[in-house]
């Protein structure tokens, strides 16, 4: 037994006052640690989380907290081996501790490379385009984004005490805060295991990540305007904790993820002998089992046609009676225990209230066989179907959760009744629907999609390579409307953005071509005094700008290219069906005709630093071309992002063409890439 946990505090390992709370393994009922935070002071580690961490998380790019949170997580995959032994305590079996362990540490991955590919090299991130607000462009705005100055206060739940703190912590780094974790009792002597060894690896900056082993005493006393709440567990505590006056008089940002009566929805397509009702028997003894049903996420209401909901019941019970319950480390168990004896409690407790207006007809019994365990001793739970034959009048069902393996059928005679029973659970994270017919699929998604924050329609279709209902995943957002918190976590770069600040800065081009290090339309351009592809990256200035000679597009320039590429649209080939469409008044050049031309136009030809051209963004064509018109481009680098030890960076190029008139034909970005001064020596 490890005799007391530790708190990682002001970048050291302190033991809180006393002897603790005793925290036992839920397989046998033995002590593993103590636990207790009492003595610690909150303000300084506050305080320690904003001018230290904040600050040193600050001084590095997006790109490189991106580079820091791959680093960290080839880290933790070279440790998870012990991360998994002492996962067994906690009841997880090893398919239960790869979803914690594992998936925890795959979000800091997805999060590294979508911080490396989808944010710049820079310490602003800036929110859309431009916004044109003045007549002639002298005035203009331009939304950004940039790390709130204050901390990340973490408060987890039980049942993932690896992934429910990666999850937080990844996206939040990325924004350049600093977290504070508070885990759940319960099982936080595997959160501080893993805490230790990122602290040993000695990868995140001081101050960017402190542990707290027990409660939080005044923290929240101490909080202001900067900080953020990321909250993950009842929805009685989320709002106690929501009314606390510190965070209603700063406003403080808070998200929950709450209680979550999730629903799947078997369409009335799905009877049984198809693949979707064999794929809903099997998605729902998963979501039952899977981590002894300590899931967010999972299935409580199992919502099926009322003219097979036997057959249902039936092959449930069966399928749950394969399921083997035991000692999580055996490799003959499927499911272990619950997370502790006082949560199976709580669970039994909760079947009763259910029972009320369900019937119990699979388990609900506290004799049954257990492997390589002792019931007596460990927090084991039988999974438990319920079946209510009167959903629509019914309250229980729709209000109370059994956080373990249970779940309940609800009965349904048309789809707006399914779509009603779904509404009913007032707010979930997660739904799901299994059908063939993508009819019923839209009519189920478009009518519950309001309630839920994430669905997932699964059918033969997808279903081999379908992440299944209850998986989050850091691409998409993971919250929920209602009684599911109002919040949302990871999301991609939504998860980053909740840490910073949006703010709205108005000033000339100029300015905010410097602030936003992204060149705006009426801010400084100049001649490089060379052709701008004989620029290295760091020699390339944003404003470097190239105005071409012109060319005159004749007709055949158009007869040719629409020859050549097979392109002989009817306004490229035909004068008198060209004239009858309102856009032109004669025969027109090919869009690409255009940008091939103006690329012909800009191109410096000679090797050079720029290696290559790998797209365009946002290609507009403003009016038409006919023959006998000139191009000319513009071409003006635009913004700027080094990729950290490739040899090159990436180089967007914006890019106006213009007619005899001076008139805008086309617009776009060009990107390319471009050598380093490095990169360049070594091989020019």
Same mark, same amino acid.
């Given at each position: 037994?490890?005799? #007391?946990?530790?708190?990682?505090?002001?970048?050291?390992?302190?033991?809180?006052?006393?002897? $603790?709370?005793?925290?036992?393994?839920?397989?046998? $009922?033995?002590?593993?640690?103590?636990?207790?935070?009492?003595?610690?002071? =909150?303000?300084?580690?506050?305080?320690?989380?904003?001018?230290?961490?904040?600050?040193?998380?600050? #001084?590095?790019? =997006?790109?490189?907290?991106?580079?820091?949170?791959?680093?960290?997580? #080839?880290?933790?995959?070279?440790?998870?081996?012990?991360?998994?032994?002492?996962?067994?305590?906690?009841?997880?079996?090893?398919?239960?501790?790869?979803?914690?362990?594992?998936?925890?540490?795959?979000?800091?991955?997805?999060?590294?490379?979508?911080?490396?590919?989808?944010?710049?090299?820079?310490?602003?991130?800036?929110?859309?385009?431009?916004?044109? *607000?003045?007549?002639?462009?002298?005035?203009?705005?331009?939304?950004?984004?940039?790390?709130?100055?204050?901390?990340?206060?973490?408060?987890?739940?039980?049942?993932?005490?690896?992934?429910?703190?990666?999850?937080?912590?990844?996206?939040?780094?990325?924004?350049?805060?600093?977290?504070?974790?508070?885990?759940?009792?319960?099982?936080?002597?595997?959160? %501080?295991?893993?805490?230790?060894?990122?602290?040993?690896?000695?990868?995140?900056?001081?101050?960017?990540?402190?542990?707290?082993?027990?409660?939080?005493?005044?923290?929240?006393?101490?909080?202001?305007?900067?900080?953020?709440?990321?909250?993950?567990?009842?929805?009685?505590?989320?709002?106690?904790?929501?009314?606390?006056?510190?965070?209603?008089?700063?406003?403080?940002?808070?998200?929950?993820?709450?209680?979550?009566?999730?629903?799947?929805?078997?369409g009335p397509d799905a009877i049984p002998g198809t693949p979707e009702f064999d794929l809903f028997i099997q998605e729902v003894t998963r979501e039952m089992t899977s981590k002894a049903g300590q899931k967010c996420t999972a299935i409580r209401r199992i919502i099926a046609p009322a003219e097979i909901a036997g057959d249902v019941v039936e092959a449930l019970s069966t399928a749950l009676g394969n399921i083997r319950i035991g000692n999580p480390a055996s490799k003959d168990v499927d499911m272990g225990a619950l997370a502790s004896q006082g949560q199976r409690d709580e669970v039994r407790d909760r079947v009763k209230e259910l029972s009320h207006e369900a019937n119990v007809v699979y388990g609900g019994s506290d004799n049954f066989d257990v492997v390589d365990a002792d019931a007596n001793k460990g927090a084991f739970f039988m999974p438990t179907l319920l079946h209510c034959?009167?959903?629509?009048?019914? #309250?229980?069902?729709?209000?109370?959760?059994?956080?373990?393996?249970?779940?309940?059928?609800?009965?349904?005679?048309?789809?707006?009744?399914?779509?009603?029973?779904?509404?009913?659970?007032?707010?979930?994270?997660?739904?799901?629907?299994?059908?063939?017919?993508?009819?019923?699929?839209?009519?189920?998604?478009?009518?519950?999609?309001?309630?839920?924050?994430?669905?997932?329609?699964?059918? !033969?279709?997808?279903?081999?390579?379908?992440?299944?209902?209850?998986?989050?995943?850091?691409?998409?957002?993971?919250?929920?409307?209602?009684?599911?918190?109002?919040?949302? %976590?990871?999301?991609?770069?939504?998860?980053?953005?909740?840490?910073?600040?949006?703010?709205?800065?108005?000033?000339?081009?100029?300015?905010?071509?410097? *602030?936003?290090?992204?060149?705006?339309?009426?801010?400084?351009?100049?001649?490089?005094?060379?052709?701008?592809? !004989?620029?290295?990256? %760091?020699?390339?200035?944003?404003?470097?700008?190239?105005?071409?000679?012109?060319?005159?597009?004749?007709?055949?320039? *158009?007869?040719?290219?629409?020859?050549?590429?097979?392109?002989?649209?009817?306004?490229?080939?035909?004068?008198?069906?060209?004239?009858?469409?309102?856009?032109?008044?004669?025969?027109?050049?090919?869009?690409?005709? *255009?940008?091939?031309?103006?690329?012909?136009?800009?191109?410096?030809?000679?090797?050079?630093?720029?290696?290559?051209?790998?797209?365009?963004?946002?290609?507009? =064509?403003?009016?038409?071309?006919?023959?006998?018109?000139?191009?000319?481009?513009?071409?003006?680098?635009?913004?700027?992002?080094?990729?950290?030890?490739?040899?090159?960076?990436?180089? !967007?190029?914006?890019?106006?063409?213009?007619?005899?008139?001076?008139?805008?034909?086309?617009?776009?970005?060009?990107?390319?890439?471009?050598?380093?001064? %490095?990169?360049?020596?070594?091989?020019?």
């Open positions: 037994m490890q005799t #007391k946990l530790g708190n990682l505090v002001l970048d050291r390992w302190v033991d809180g006052d006393g002897d $603790g709370n005793v925290l036992t393994s839920a397989v046998d $009922g033995e002590p593993v640690a103590s636990i207790t935070s009492a003595g610690l002071d =909150f303000n300084d580690i506050l305080n320690h989380a904003r001018t230290t961490g904040g600050a040193n998380l600050r #001084k590095l790019t =997006f790109h490189e907290r991106g580079e820091m949170l791959k680093a960290l997580a #080839k880290y933790l995959m070279e440790h998870k081996k012990e991360f998994y032994a002492l996962s067994t305590a906690t009841g997880a079996t090893r398919g239960d501790s790869w979803v914690d362990i594992d998936g925890g540490i795959s979000t800091l991955f997805v999060y590294s490379g979508k911080g490396r590919r989808e944010m710049p090299n820079d310490h602003v991130y800036l929110d859309g385009p431009p916004e044109q *607000i003045s007549k002639n462009g002298t005035f203009t705005a331009q939304h950004i984004f940039t790390p709130k100055l204050g901390a990340a206060i973490h408060i987890n739940a039980f049942n993932f005490p690896c992934w429910g703190m990666l999850e937080k912590l990844a996206p939040t780094l990325l924004a350049g805060v600093p977290a504070i974790v508070k885990p759940a009792s319960s099982t936080a002597y595997l959160t %501080e295991l893993m805490v230790r060894r990122i602290n040993a690896s000695d990868i995140l900056p001081d101050g960017a990540l402190q542990l707290i082993c027990g409660g939080v005493g005044d923290l929240f006393d101490h909080l202001n305007c900067q900080d953020t709440i990321a909250f993950t567990g009842s929805k009685n505590t989320a709002e106690f904790l929501q009314q606390h006056s510190k965070v209603i008089a700063e406003s403080v940002a808070f998200t929950a993820e709450t209680d979550s009566l999730n629903s799947s929805i078997l034959e009167k959903p629509m009048t019914s #309250k229980s069902v729709h209000a109370v959760e059994a956080f373990g393996p249970v779940s309940t059928v609800l009965p349904y005679e048309n789809l707006d009744e399914a779509i009603e029973l779904s509404r009913l659970g007032e707010g979930s994270l997660a739904g799901s629907v299994v059908t063939n017919d993508n009819a019923v699929a839209r009519e189920l998604v478009l009518g519950t999609a309001a309630y839920h924050g994430r669905m997932v329609v699964i059918n !033969r279709h997808c279903a081999a390579e379908s992440t299944g209902h209850g998986s989050p995943l850091p691409h998409l957002i993971h919250g929920g409307p209602g009684r599911a918190g109002g919040g949302e %976590e990871m999301g991609g770069i939504r998860g980053v953005l909740h840490y910073m600040q949006r703010t709205a800065v108005q000033g000339s081009p100029e300015t905010l071509t410097a *602030i936003g290090h992204r060149w705006i339309k009426g801010a400084d351009q100049h001649d490089p005094g060379v052709h701008p592809f !004989r620029k290295t990256f %760091e020699q390339l200035e944003i404003g470097d700008t190239l105005t071409t000679d012109s060319r005159e597009v004749t007709l055949e320039d *158009i007869q040719h290219f629409a020859e050549f590429t097979g392109d002989t649209f009817y306004a490229h080939t035909d004068e008198e069906a060209a004239a009858k469409n309102p856009f032109f008044d004669g025969r027109v050049a090919h869009g690409y005709l *255009i940008v091939s031309f103006a690329a012909g136009l800009f191109v410096d030809p000679d090797f050079g630093p720029v290696l290559a051209n790998y797209g365009v963004d946002d290609l507009r =064509f403003a009016q038409p071309v006919n023959y006998g018109d000139t191009l000319k481009v513009r071409l003006c680098c635009k913004q700027k992002t080094l990729r950290a030890e490739t040899g090159y960076g990436e180089v !967007r190029w914006d890019s106006e063409v213009t007619n005899q008139d001076g008139d805008v034909v086309a617009q776009y970005d060009v990107l390319t890439m471009v050598a380093t001064d %490095e990169h360049w020596a070594s091989v020019d």
